[in-house]
């Protein structure tokens, strides 16, 4: 029940794409394609942003993806916007109803 | 519209204990697995407990185990986690999160409740 790696932050000016890139292992992340992607902003519950490794729900932008090689998986938001600056956190399923989230990353629009 | 909210936070002692309840609306509540996530002051999400629809499976993280009990009352669409044992380590926003049927994803969050454990 360790948590997934994630990069404590990155950066990107409006227009540009960025990555975020969250690292388990075989028993998580590389294990299936259960990989999520939430979005919190300052003081607001977490919002799913992309589930299933590559899927959006619906109202989801299409300018954030999800991708996962191996035991890696990554969220790319194209085109920043200043309203995506925020806290992301990857999530897991690792197996018998349990979740393992990342450490969390945060995007910084400059 | 999904709502889930969350009430019963506080400040305990250590050692003490509290109770917290989510409120859900919106869904037929008896068909989803539901799950307690926690977010400690300025750090990142944990998730804590997951209860299945019918109660037939439970699980925690290690920290929590034996201190922790995960709850549901599909009649009165309800989701419940009793905390006893306290630590100063458990305080946190506890948000209150259900699950997307089909597949493994944490759907739908509540506005968490503040609990903090100090003397």
């Known amino acids: 029940q360790s948590a997934l790696t994630q990069p404590r932050s990155v950066s990107g000016s409006p227009g540009q794409s960025v990555t975020v890139s969250c690292t388990g292992t075989?028993?998580?992340?590389?294990?299936?394609?259960?990989v999520s992607w939430y979005q919190q902003h300052p003081g607001k519950a977490p919002k799913l942003m992309i589930y299933?490794?590559?899927q959006r729900p619906s109202g989801v932008p299409d300018r954030f993806s999800g991708s996962k090689s191996g035991n890696t998986a990554s969220l790319t938001i194209s085109g920043l916007q200043a309203e995506d600056e925020a806290d992301y956190y990857c999530?897991?399923?690792?197996?018998?109803?349990?979740?393992?989230f990342g450490t969390g990353t945060k995007v910084t629009v400059l | 519209e999904v709502q889930l909210v969350e009430s019963g936070g506080g400040l305990v002692k250590p050692g003490g204990s509290l109770r917290l309840s989510c409120a859900a609306s919106?869904?037929?509540?008896?068909?989803?697995?539901m799950n307690w996530v926690r977010q400690a002051p300025g750090k990142g999400l944990e998730w804590v407990s997951s209860?299945?629809?019918?109660?037939?499976?439970?699980y925690y993280v290690d920290s929590v185990k034996g201190r922790f009990t995960i709850s549901r009352d599909n009649a009165k669409n309800s989701l419940y986690l009793q905390m006893n044992s306290l630590r100063a380590e458990d305080t946190a926003v506890y948000y209150c999160?259900?699950?997307?049927?089909?597949?493994?994803?944490?759907?739908?969050w509540g506005q968490g409740t503040l609990v903090t454990v100090s003397s």
């Open positions: 999160a259900r699950d997307w049927a089909g597949t493994w994803s944490i759907q739908h």
């Open positions: 919106g869904f037929t509540f008896s068909n989803y697995n």
């Open positions: 299933d490794v590559t």
């Open positions: 075989s028993s998580d992340v590389g294990g299936d394609n259960y």
């Open positions: 209860i299945s629809s019918s109660s037939s499976y439970i």
């Open positions: 999530c897991s399923y690792a197996g018998s109803y349990t979740y393992v």
